[in-house]
């Protein structure tokens, strides 16, 4: 049990669930099958534990320098070997779990992954980090849509939001660990812009995802909008505002990763209110 709970601590269980939890709101919005939405479902959460243990077993050495006490490798709860393990069965229980939904939701999820894993494996220390999260998240609402009877990708409003919303979560997910990272030589896009630029920059990019996700499904007439996605749009709109004047008068804090945070949850609840009208 305590390599169990050292591994779930290592696999950053608070993204892994929100993550895994918007794919299965994506799938049900648009009604997939019982068994296709479980399997979906179950796929992405093997996936999500695999990029977050090879995170953290990538950046072992990195957490013990700078005496991270709440990471189980840097510890030394858990071996390194048996986290690489886990985090390799992981990856292949996702990709086989694909199979059976078709092999454009494999290829789309093998995408997804391995951008992930890239990002783990070096990218996050460059000023190309934020790609990955641009691609994973840009292909991520084409996860359900393409585990459907009739696959297809998600609609190239979809596309923007997913990438938006990865952008936003890249910029203010370091956030907290910026002088850590600094200290062991990561410095990726958040790290050369600062935290008050990332933050102000992540909130205008969810305003933009929240007019995607508002206008896309309705074709671009506003008074086809229904009211719900008008409440969401509303809610995104403010915390982003919020976000920018807290950025803008006050030292850079936790609460600007918050706010952010909350942006992007109200525009990912916004994505899966327009789940109807996913399907390009």
């Given at each position: 049990?305590r ?5 779930w ?7 892994t669930?929100?993550v895994?939890?918007?794919a ?7 009604g ?5 939405l ?7 959460f093997?996936?999500q534990?695999?990029?977050?243990i090879?995170?953290?077993a ?8 700078v005496?991270r006490?709440d990471?189980?490798?840097a ?9 690489w ?6 990856l292949?229980?996702?990709l086989?779990l694909?199979v059976?939904?078709g092999?454009?939701?494999?290829a ?13 494996a ?9 790609v990955p999260?641009?691609v ?7 996860l359900a849509?393409l ?12 596309w923007?939001a ?5 952008a ?12 850590d ?6 410095r ?5 812009l600062?935290a008050?630029?990332?933050?102000v920059v ?9 007019v ?9 007439d ?7 996605s008008?409440?969401?749009?509303a ?9 920018v ?6 030292p ?8 952010v ?8 609840a916004?994505?899966v ?8």
């Amino acid at each position: 049990m305590r390599i169990v709970r050292g591994l779930w601590g290592s696999s950053h269980p608070g993204p892994t669930l929100v993550v895994t939890a918007l794919a299965f709101a994506l799938g049900l919005s648009i009604g997939l099958e019982a068994w296709r939405l479980a399997l979906l479902t179950v796929s992405v959460f093997a996936g999500q534990l695999s990029i977050g243990i090879s995170n953290d077993a990538l950046d072992a050495a990195r957490d013990r320098a700078v005496g991270r006490a709440d990471k189980p490798l840097a510890r030394g709860d858990v071996s390194l070997r048996v986290a690489w393990v886990a985090a390799s069965v992981c990856l292949t229980l996702a990709l086989v779990l694909s199979v059976p939904l078709g092999w454009r939701m494999l290829a789309a999820h093998a995408l997804t992954l391995g951008s992930a894993w890239a990002y783990n494996a070096g990218l996050k220390s460059t000023p190309l980090s934020i790609v990955p999260f641009l691609v994973s998240f840009g292909v991520f609402p084409s996860l359900a849509t393409l585990s459907a009877l009739e696959p297809a990708f998600a609609a190239g409003w979809a596309w923007i939001a997913g990438a938006v919303l990865g952008a936003a979560v890249h910029l203010t997910n370091v956030l907290p660990d910026l002088d850590d990272d600094a200290s062991t030589g990561v410095r990726g896009l958040p790290h050369r812009l600062g935290a008050r630029a990332s933050a102000v920059v992540a909130a205008l990019a969810v305003m933009g995802g929240a007019v995607a996700v508002l206008l896309g499904p309705a074709g671009g007439d506003v008074s086809a909008v229904p009211p719900i996605s008008w409440v969401f749009f509303a809610g995104v709109v403010f915390v982003a505002v919020l976000t920018v004047v807290r950025a803008a008068v006050r030292p850079p804090s936790r609460a600007l990763f918050r706010l952010v945070m909350l942006a992007a949850l109200l525009l990912a609840a916004q994505l899966v209110a327009s789940g109807g009208a996913l399907a390009a």
